[in-house]
């Protein structure tokens, strides 16, 4: 990136639930500023890396860390 640009974040996290489920959690934004977040749910631990893999390579395809 140029030296202009706002440095940003991608963070992915897998986090457990209350009711057994899992939360794959995304936030993204300018670092500096709130940013934003989208959760969503998996039945299995398994199933909620799985999408953050997904996720991560389609990211880094892109650029992001």
Known sequence: ????QPITFYRL???PGLFGDFALVREWGRIGSGGQMKTDWFDSE???KDARFSLHMQKAKR???
């Open 1 to 4: 990136g140029s030296a202009n």
């Open 13 to 15: 996290s897998v986090q």
């Open 46 to 48: 398994a199933d909620a």
């Open 63 to 65: 650029g992001y860390s």
